[in-house]
């Protein structure tokens, strides 16, 4: 035995075991101090997190969480990773997307991305980027056997596949160099414009890819319809599953073989900020689709092609550059989840078209994490995470229940036309609709912290998107409301909505309160007004007047509150608001209503807007 030297770092063997027991007991003591009353397990539970679709993330995860051996990476079920080697090898594909209709604009623009980092690009063609006759021109200089093609043509598949096949052949480009994605993805199709069209197209491009183009994939099984529409990721996961699944049936049908049709489709999903559910999501989707291809007869053919793009959904319009943070995390949390590409979308992806500084920040987003933070050099870096193992167990569960509802409603296509997909997303939305309203789920620079002097960032518009279908929602969207009414109302009056913050007795009184109310008023385009900084009874009026203020929110501690909130109260009404809050809780006679946290701050705000006068 070897006998290390006393060097002053003691070892962990040295300290007695500590017991879950233990743990709990001191959590139960803290929970005493906040003023709840819990023990042992229920101790616990209230320091848990519920997640969408039941999910529940607990705040200790043990060596008794451990889940059933996930095997290696390269072999079924691929939790690990599709290949042996992960990305290590030169870390992910970086794709690009690009939406513009001019083709010479988007020649430039792809040519600079590629010169730049990018390695593969994601093209929208025909009602989604440039026309399918003009796809020479707008990949004109890009070396096909060096950088890949990923189509985005809708209804357009067609003709914009074999265009680019075209260009494959004109080019001389080898069958095994050439490499891609043709797009073609009916379902994904019909949950957005609620059009259904005719496999056979797909298909037959599929046994043409089978034959020619070997290394080119034919269909892609976009979840990013179900995401946009609100849904959780068990949901994104099981609608995935099923539209896989009716495609594999649709292509064996047809002659191909169960290694040849899964050879065929390329996955893609949602990278969102929530970087544990992201890496979750994606592990546990090469689980599932594993399962699907072991069912089918072939568990070596289960190697799912991952394409993970940042969260549409997650990102803002205003205070877009925190979308830069937002895009950041989901792109750490797809490269960690194991995704064989990743697209980065701009941070005024929500405004229109990005602008070169956009689309450079988007690249350089892969870039540092692959080169500077060496992120794909480890395979599965969070594998044996307790937390993530269990995380993508219960996530595969879930999306597996999700899967075999769709299932049992007939299928993909049968679940859509019914409705009931839609259905179940609308209930998840509206779910998560309600946190975000109370800023349970906090979106910096828009609920939380907004920015009113802010100039707003001007981008030119992008091609419309398809739409008839699944709804698309955004986090942002109830907020967005209301400052758009806030906007509108300083364009025609040449000021913003205004709100008195009567501060209460000192600083160290109504501080927090004052910030609160403040942040909270603003979120809806709402100015406040907070001077004089402290005010009594005596010159609450006064100072109601000179604010411009219709409306006041009183500020400052319980203490103070039990002494002057009615006759401070009295006094603003006096001198005209037309509506007194109060920051906080409590019963008094002059106050009309409370702000606190947890309150429905979207009710609050539209009905004040309303009250306002302002349309």
């Known amino acids: 035995m070897t006998v290390l030297p006393d060097d002053g770092l003691p070892l962990a063997a040295e300290f007695p075991d500590a017991t879950h027991e233990q743990w709990q007991r001191l959590v139960e003591g803290v929970l005493r101090k906040s003023g709840k009353d819990a023990s042992g397990t229920a101790a616990e539970e209230a320091l848990s997190t519920a997640l969408e679709g039941g999910l529940t993330t607990r705040p200790l995860y043990t060596a008794r969480d451990a889940t059933p051996d996930v095997g ?58 440039v026309p399918a006759p003009a796809l020479a021109s707008a990949l004109k200089g890009v070396y096909f056997d060096l950088a890949p093609i990923a189509l985005d043509a809708g209804a357009e598949f067609g003709p914009a596949a074999r265009a680019l096949l075209d260009l494959y052949e004109a080019a001389d480009v080898p069958a095994e160099s050439a490499r891609g994605t043709l797009g073609a993805d009916v379902l994904a199709h ?152 990743v697209t980065v979308l701009p941070f005024d992806h929500s405004l229109g078209l990005p602008d070169a500084f956009a689309r450079r920040i988007a690249r350089n987003t892969s870039t540092i994490l692959i080169e500077e933070s060496h992120l794909a050099r480890v395979i599965d870096p969070a594998g044996g995470s307790w937390y993530v193992e269990r995380l993508t167990d219960e996530l595969a569960r879930a999306g597996w229940e999700f899967f075999q509802e769709i299932e049992r409603a007939g299928g993909q296509a049968a679940a859509l036309r019914s409705g009931m997909v839609g259905e179940r997303l609308a209930a998840t939305w509206a779910e998560r609709s309600k946190k975000l309203a109370r800023r349970r789920e906090p979106i910096t620079g828009v609920s939380e912290f907004p920015q009113l002097v802010e100039r707003s960032v001007e981008r030119e518009a992008a091609p419309a998107g398809p739409s008839g279908g699944l709804p698309r929602v955004r986090r942002d969207e109830a907020y967005e409301a209301l400052r758009a009414r806030s906007d509108a109302h300083l364009a025609r009056t040449g000021a913003r909505p205004k709100v008195f913050l009567a501060a209460l007795g000192p600083a160290a009184a109504h501080t927090a309160r004052a910030s609160f109310a403040s942040n909270l008023f603003q979120a809806g385009g709402i100015e406040a007004v907070h001077e004089p900084a402290t005010v009594d009874p005596g010159t609450a009026a006064e100072a109601f007047r000179a604010s411009g203020a219709s409306v006041a929110c009183l500020c400052s501690s319980d203490a103070l509150y039990a002494e002057q909130a009615d006759a401070v109260a009295r006094a603003l009404k006096s001198a005209g608001a037309e509506r007194v809050f109060l920051a906080g809780r409590g019963e008094y006679a002059d106050v009309d209503a409370y702000v606190f946290a947890g309150c429905d701050a979207v009710a609050v705000l539209s009905s004040t807007l309303d009250r306002m006068g302002v349309a």
């Open 190 to 341: 019909e949950a957005r414009t609620g059009e259904a069209l005719d496999p056979a197209e797909a298909v037959e491009l599929a046994r043409l890819c089978v034959r020619r183009h070997p290394c080119v994939r034919a269909l892609t099984v976009d979840a990013l319809p179900y995401h946009e529409a609100g849904g959780s990721a068990a949901q994104e996961l099981g609608a995935s599953l099923a539209t896989g699944v009716s495609y594999l049936r649709e292509l064996t049908a047809a002659g191909l073989s169960v290694e040849e049709a899964c050879a065929q489709l390329e996955f893609r999903y949602a990278a969102t900020a929530d970087q544990f559910l992201t890496i979750a999501k994606l592990r546990a989707a090469r689980r599932l689709w594993a399962r699907v291809a072991e069912v089918c007869g072939s568990a070596a053919a289960g190697a799912q092609r991952q394409h993970a793009v940042t969260s549409p959904v997650m990102m803002t319009r205003r205070d877009p550059w925190v979308n830069m943070l937002r895009t950041t995390v989901a792109c750490l949390g797809a490269g960690v989840g194991g995704a064989d590409s």
């Open 72 to 129: 290696h990476p390269g072999f079924a079920p691929f939790v690990r990773g599709g290949t042996a080697g992960g990305t290590a090898a030169a870390g992910w594909d970086v794709r690009q997307r690009h939406t513009g209709s001019d083709p010479a604009r988007t020649n430039e623009a792809v040519l600079g991305d590629l010169e730049n980092g990018v390695t593969s690009v994601w093209l929208g063609v025909g009602a989604n980027g």
